[in-house]
């Protein structure tokens, strides 16, 4: 049975072509991905339970308090990366529930959003860097979430590393202005260049996606049905 609490968005990652990264540089990696998540924990809403955990060299698992802000913290991720590093990381989101959280890690842990997230992962196809899967019992819904996030994914691609760090800004569920996410950057960034980049991201669509992905009922749509387990 699953532990007692609200669903759970498992995010699991690799890095792509790190077999060229020396060891300096996978750690120099691995701390921009601590970074983040640490600075997504400024978000509030306690939404980091565990993580980022590194496993096998390039792999990577996060584990978040509730599946709503899934989206928006692994376009994040993607972001932080683009922004400062030449290496970019592919992203599975499964959401669903958790039935044991072990002690040895998240590697060890068990449960649908676990067993969803590594599927994602081992099912993207190239040039795919973001996919999410949903348990059965979600129905017809589940290819229509789907398609957003690869909208998504489409829309928060490959970008420059400005338009990444903008993004990056961007991302914060405080929903900050063109004018507050120029002051967060260098003094050189003008407010225009931070209405290009984001309308070369198509921001408005991005953030309606976003927006739509949040306010879902989550708890509602992943409630386990009595006569089923199926994924």
């Given at each position: 049975m699953p532990i007692s609490s609200p669903p759970y968005a498992a995010l699991t990652g690799d890095l792509v072509a790190s077999s060229r990264l020396s060891a300096r540089q996978l750690r120099s990696v691995r701390a921009l991905l601590e970074e983040g998540v640490e600075k997504m924990r400024g978000w509030g809403q306690d939404l980091v339970h565990r993580g980022p955990e590194f496993f096998q060299g390039d792999a990577w698992q996060l584990l978040l308090r509730q599946p709503a802000p899934a989206l928006r913290a692994s376009l994040f991720l993607r972001a932080v990366l683009q922004a400062?590093?030449?290496?970019?990381?592919?992203?599975?989101?499964?959401?669903?529930?958790?039935?044991?959280?072990?002690?040895?890690?998240?590697?060890?842990?068990?449960?649908?959003?676990?067993?969803l997230s590594g599927r994602g992962l081992r099912e993207m196809k190239n040039r795919q860097w973001l996919a999410l899967q949903l348990p059965d019992r979600v129905g017809c819904l589940s290819p229509w979430v789907r398609l957003s996030t690869a909208f998504c994914d489409v829309l928060a691609g490959e970008h420059?590393?400005?338009?990444?760090?903008?993004?990056?800004?961007?991302?914060?569920?405080?929903?900050?202005?063109?004018?507050?996410?120029?002051?967060?950057l260098d003094r050189t960034v003008s407010r225009q260049t931070?209405?290009?980049?984001?309308?070369?991201?198509?921001?408005?669509?991005?953030?309606?996606?976003?927006?739509?992905?949040?306010?879902?009922?989550?708890?509602?749509?992943?409630?386990p049905s009595p006569s089923s387990s199926n994924l």
């Open positions: 400062a590093s030449p290496v970019q990381t592919r992203i599975s989101i499964g959401l669903g529930w958790v039935d044991e959280l072990s002690a040895n890690g998240l590697g060890s842990s068990t449960g649908e959003a676990f067993t420059t590393q400005r338009q990444a760090d903008v993004l990056c800004h961007a991302l914060h569920p405080a929903s900050l202005t063109h004018e507050q996410i120029r002051l967060r931070v209405t290009k980049s984001l309308q070369s991201l198509h921001w408005p669509v991005l953030r309606d996606a976003l927006e739509t992905f949040e306010t879902t009922d989550w708890t509602d749509l992943l409630q």
